[in-house]
């Protein structure tokens, strides 16, 4: 069974920065050939799971307009490991962040980490 890990979220005052690392542990069969993403979720009603920001098997990447040029991600399959840099953080980029990896073998979420940005 696969397990996703998050880490690095927290609280940040607006114009700051945080790196959230998702970890995958576990019998992983080809993480090279893995689609990795971050998501997250606002808190309120009616909000629903956005993509942020996608990293695929042969590096490609992708960003939600609403965070492209502050947010990064990366990837290290020999760590198992897709990172997220986010920068110039805004309050409106409060949340729950999660991972997801994802191959023809298989689909894994984290259980999130929070993000707040607030002075």
């Known amino acids: 069974q696969v397990q996703l890990a998050e880490s690095g979220g927290g609280l940040v005052p607006p114009g700051g920065s945080l790196r959230l690392s998702c970890v995958a542990s576990?019998?992983?069969?080809?993480?090279?050939?893995?689609?990795m993403d971050w998501y997250r979720q606002a808190p309120g009603p009616g909000k629903g799971r956005e993509l942020v920001a996608r990293i695929t098997s042969d590096l490609r990447t992708n960003y939600a307009d609403s965070v492209k040029g502050r947010f990064t991600i990366s990837r290290d399959n020999a760590k198992n490991t897709v990172y997220l840099q986010m920068n110039s953080l805004k309050p409106e980029d409060t949340a729950v962040y999660y991972c997801?990896?994802?191959?023809?073998?298989?689909?894994?979420w984290g259980q999130g980490t929070q993000v707040t940005v607030s002075s």
């Open positions: 997801n990896f994802r191959n023809g073998l298989g689909n894994y």
């Open positions: 576990g019998i992983i069969l080809r993480i090279n050939s893995m689609d």
